[in-house]
């Protein structure tokens, strides 16, 4: 039973260009959350997605940031038109139900050049 | 002020030192974990507890409700134990974990 996985591990943009974060939770689990963590700070929540629907995206920049997690494949994160203060590392957890242990899988390092 | 303070920010300890990791929170929640994060490294989710203690090997979680405190100890701590150690809750109303800033651990031999 794989973990949660995400890829790319590291992923390098010039300011300006489009980045996609995928996820793809633990078998069986229905429930994504993506967290971002900057540079020297904690870790933020950003969105909690079921399958086919956003459920809260309360922790999404107004602009540029856009999730999904459709019915078949992974959740992505999409980051348009990155700029250099978006660099930072990006984690995604699973659960099988919408409490509970979170599942993290390794981080996706976004470095904007 | 942050809703989940830990602390230390920073510690070290000698090998076979017995560590804590203390964290406080202000809101209301459903459950508080710990979690473990190693440089550049993904993280690993240690333990989550909503009372009483919990122990898994060297590691030991604690939380106090009434008191809205937990610790997390390792006993006879080893230099794989570095790590940032990071706590957080499950806020009671919207369920979204909230995080501490992290207590990085570094266990010299």
């Known amino acids: 039973n794989a973990g949660v996985m995400q890829n790319p591990r590291h992923l390098v943009r010039r300011r300006g260009q489009e980045a996609r974060l995928r996820c793809s939770p633990m078998k069986g689990h229905s429930h994504v959350y993506w967290y971002r963590q900057l540079p020297e700070e904690g870790l933020k929540f950003m969105v909690y997605?079921?399958?086919?629907?956003?459920?809260?995206e309360s922790g999404m920049p107004k602009e540029r940031f856009s999730a999904e997690f459709p019915k078949e494949g992974p959740s992505i994160l999409r980051i348009q038109q990155v700029v250099r203060g978006d660099s930072a590392a990006y984690f995604c957890a699973s659960s099988p139900q919408g409490t509970g242990t979170r599942f993290f899988g390794p981080g996706t390092r976004l470095t904007v050049l | 002020k942050n809703e989940v303070e830990q602390s230390p920010q920073n510690l070290t300890a000698q090998e076979g030192e017995f560590i804590t990791i203390n964290c406080s929170y202000s809101v209301g929640i459903s459950a508080l974990h710990w979690l473990q994060q190693h440089p550049g490294g993904g993280i690993v989710s240690l333990f989550m507890?909503?009372?009483g203690k919990k122990k898994h090997g060297r590691l030991i979680a604690t939380i106090n409700i009434q008191e809205k405190h937990s610790s997390l100890h390792i006993t006879a701590s080893h230099p794989r134990d570095s790590a940032v150690y990071i706590c957080a809750v499950n806020d009671n109303n919207t369920d979204k974990l909230i995080f501490g800033t992290g207590t990085r651990l570094q266990v010299f031999p």
């Open positions: 997605l079921q399958k086919e629907n956003i459920i809260d």
């Open positions: 507890l909503s009372s």
